[in-house]
């Protein structure tokens, strides 16, 4: 991964991804109140095992808002994800799998033809005091014959790490970089599938 160097910090203006709004409101007939509300987007979160390696390919990054607050270079190790910002036109479920879909191939480099195969595990709402935004959780399996390489934006760097069952329970869930969907997504799926 490359190093990350902070350089500067400014408030945004006309910030791409997300827009921040001074909220007021009121309960019953209490004075009124204010709070201030980030609005963001949904996203995918997809765990993925690839069945003939007998692994889990999650993904390797930098997140720049933690490398703002850490010194680890905001390297962090997550289950492949994206926000949902195309296929307007579909229900929320089926645009999710769309989107996963699209990850898998784009992030980790399986093509999945069929999106049913794409499994919804759970939905949940995501930093509830500022976002509020909605995460889908999903789990996939794929193999070696699914495998297309990565597709990855010019402005994207992304390693794919592999991973056993026992070392996503040894190393990953204890790792300090890894974020929460992520842990909740390995616990919920391997509890389900190794019982």
Known sequence: ??????LNRKPLTKPKFIKAELVTYQR???ESRQWEVLQGF????????NTDTNKFLLVKQ?????????ANQGICIECCAG???????YLPNKRAKLIARDE???EIGYHKTDVDEIELVDTLLSSVGTVGSKQ???????????????HLEPDEEIEVVKYTEEELDNVVLKEQYTDAVTK???MLCTTEIYG
């Open 136 to 150: 889908y959780l999903f789990y996939c399996e794929v193999n070696n014959s699914e495998y297309a390489g990565q």
């Open 184 to 186: 909740y997504l390995i």
């Open 104 to 106: 898998i191939f784009e």
């Open 62 to 70: 930098n997140r720049i808002p933690v490398a703002v607050k850490n």
């Open 1 to 6: 991964m490359k190093t990350i160097k902070i």
């Open 28 to 30: 019953d007939n209490e």
């Open 83 to 89: 926000i949902i910002d195309k296929y307007k036109d």
């Open 42 to 49: 949904d996203t995918v979160h997809i765990l993925v095992k």
